[in-house]
């Protein structure tokens, strides 16, 4: 979360590489995207999906799995497996995002962000076009352990998602803490609610151990 | 398949998919066929192939920055990007995309320009003619590089209208600097005007071979920086 708006979305964009940003960062072990194997590590979603619209979901995926290196028996199994995870079902997956729908392509796009199985899932105020307990339900993400870094302006919508929650203002992070402290100190999961409990510590935080990676999660 | 074959690949499905594939192709098959349905002398066949190529390169160049423009723009890079494709094998792949096609539409152009000079028996020689074809292809790839340069800076429309500009300006600029082979500046786009001029001059395959290297070389730089300002771009 940010103030101003913009600021934490910002933030999880230059952790992707999408952004440029002075300073130094280091996810999932590697210090930079064009480091090998960064694609199959960290993953990046936002509010747009970036895929081509004539692409139907499998090819999408498909061709996410080509690009990571992944074999072709490989990048198969893992698109069935992600197309079932987002609930995208086989007439859907074989249908053009254009004709699909703005809804179709936000699952693909997670679809595509998790066909490499990494550890750090970046997002920034993904999957708005999907109902509430579906979008929840999708990113609580089965299996292994991952952080989530997720930059959301409506952080009531991201109850049972956080572990932590950080709030980013005038460059700097003046808030992070587990989500229970809100509770602890009579706050809602809401932006009054967490710049409540940011201005009553009265000062800035101790940073956290690791960087921002580690606000949200892992779950 | 590489990485890089399956961005080319992308990059060659968006140009076809989006109709920019067939624009291209058919400016360059328009320039061929503007010169073999309509007969006319050496001096004119040659002078309207050029100005039809002329115009078939500044459009490439256009199509190019277009198309940079709106993968930088719409997240499309940016989803490449996160899938680790690097920002260089973007400007690369779409490149080798657009220059293939227009290199096709040229080629095209040129066996239906050499087509309506056959009945001619003072058409430029078959080497001289091709050194001139292949000059006009290594200036459509400096264009290209340079609308990929415009892509990476510029938002989809300024972008265009900036490299076709740029295309057009210094093609007519290796006109305006005169055709006489002796004096001739090796300027990339030199070779439109040779071969618009080889019917009134002597032409040899030299002053359009150094113009092809300069585009070469021009198109070389240019994608080195484009390469670096994508680097630096918001995706």
Redesign the interface.
Known sequence: MSDPPGAASLLVRALAGLARARGRMRLAGLADPSADGWGRRVAYLGPEPGIRSWMTPREALLVAGDLLGLSHAEAARRTDRALAWVGIEDDAAHRTLRRGGTALAQRTGLAAALIGDPEVLLLDDPLRAVDAAERTRMLRLPGRRRTLVLASRRPTAEAGLADHVALIRGGRIALFAPVADLAAAGHELSMAGIVALADGQGRDPEPPPVAVAGAVGPR | ?S?AG??IG?AV??LW?SFRLLGLLVLGVGAGAGVALFPASVADTLERLALGLAVAVAAAAAVAAWSVAAERT?????????????RGTLVAAWFLAVTAVAVAGIAIAAGLGWLALAAYPTRPDPVTYLALVAGVSAWAAAAIAAGILAGTLLPRLAAAVVAAGLAASIGLLGWLTGIDPATTVPLPGISLALLAGAADHPVIVGPAVRGAGVALAAAAALLIVARAALE????
């Open positions: 398949m990485q399956s961005v992308l499905r968006e998919i719409s997240g499309r890079a940016g989803w490449l990007v996160g899938r680790s494709v690097g630096r771009a918001d995706l």
